[in-house]
């Protein structure tokens, strides 16, 4: 299997947990695409159209489930999210990551000022 080509390629080819879980995923996808700042919970959830309880247990299913990884934000700055990408092939496509080696890509800090 060739490296995905970008964040969001990626994104669409891992098995989630759930349809939230994937809509996060791939909006924290296109975020990193896009280089922009490291969106807030409330952001993700607007972003998929669920309650910002909602989207917080999304984000945290999505770390325990080894897709991302999770920088708590000093003060009011938005918290650090990095995908967990790795050029794995076909047979151990849907393993979770935390089981193979992977890369990180991060998606940016938005200042608290």
Request: glycine share 8%.
């Amino acid at each position: 299997m060739s490296p995905a080509a970008t964040a969001t390629d990626w994104a669409w080819e891992q098995r989630t947990g759930n349809a939230t879980q994937k809509a996060v995923l791939l909006f924290l996808a296109r975020e990193a695409d896009e280089c922009r700042y490291g969106p807030t919970t409330r952001a993700i959830a607007e972003a998929v159209r669920c309650t910002q309880k909602t989207a917080v247990d999304a984000v945290r299913r999505l770390r325990d489930g080894g897709f991302i990884e999770v920088a708590l934000g000093a003060g009011t700055a938005s918290n650090i999210y990095r995908l967990k990408i790795a050029d794995r092939p076909p047979e151990d496509r849907y393993q979770p990551v935390s089981e193979v080696v992977a890369t990180s890509l991060p998606i940016g800090r938005r200042s608290s000022g």
